[in-house]
């Protein structure tokens, strides 16, 4: 059996339009110093692909508009909800002061294996969203915000290197936090 591959118009969800009226899950993802533009462009189109309800930018993360994030977000820096903040740890202490569950995306001595989050769901849902904090791509999420987290998963490794890029790392959280909170 051929296994024909769609056109560019049956890959077409919406428009961008539509997509502004779609229900956005209670998750943000903030970018804590991620340098790289194209890193922040497709953490931008993953964001957009999991209906994630914001995306943060803090310190000397790249912004829109930016030819390098537009160059891997393709759009998606005009779908997603986003904004730049200068202070990380600040925004994530006014965010769990406001109710959010602070998730920390790092790996620690007392990381939650990514595919142990189910057992958080119930947790997560009883607070007002989950913000899913990502870091730099040399020095990871500002230790101070990781010491104030609610939560800091990791990522399993089991091949020679002993991370991913911030952009896959955070493509992956993003899907499973999709799949815990997708039906909320």
């Not at 998750?27 to 994630?52: E, K």
């Not at 393709?74 to 202070?87: C, I, M, N, P």
């Not at 406001?98 to 990514?114: A, I, P, R, Y």
């Not at 595919?115 to 947790?123: F, H, S, V, Y």
Request: aromatic share 4%; charged share 25%; net charge negative.
């Amino acid at each position: 059996m051929e296994k024909k591959k769609k056109n560019i118009l049956e890959l077409t969800n919406c428009t961008l339009e539509e997509y502004h009226d779609l229900h956005k899950l209670p998750i943000a993802v903030m970018a804590d110093n991620v340098r790289s533009a194209q890193n922040i462009g497709a953490m931008l189109r993953t964001a957009d692909a999991f209906l994630i309800g914001e995306f943060i930018m803090a310190g000397i993360s790249a912004t829109p508009p930016s030819a390098e994030i537009s160059k891997t977000a393709l759009g998606a820096e005009q779908s997603v909800s986003w904004r730049h903040v200068e202070d990380a740890l600040a925004e994530a202490e006014a965010m769990q002061r406001d109710g959010w569950m602070v998730c920390v995306l790092e790996q620690t001595h007392n990381s939650v294996d990514l595919r142990r989050l189910p057992l958080q769901r119930d947790a997560m849902r009883q607070r007002r969203g989950v913000l899913l904090v990502v870091g730099n791509e040399v020095h990871g999420v500002n230790q101070q915000i990781a010491d104030m987290a609610d939560l800091t998963i990791e990522i399993p490794m089991h091949g020679t290197k002993h991370s991913l890029n911030v952009s896959t790392s955070a493509g992956i959280a993003m899907w499973e936090l999709y799949k815990l909170l997708g039906d909320a």
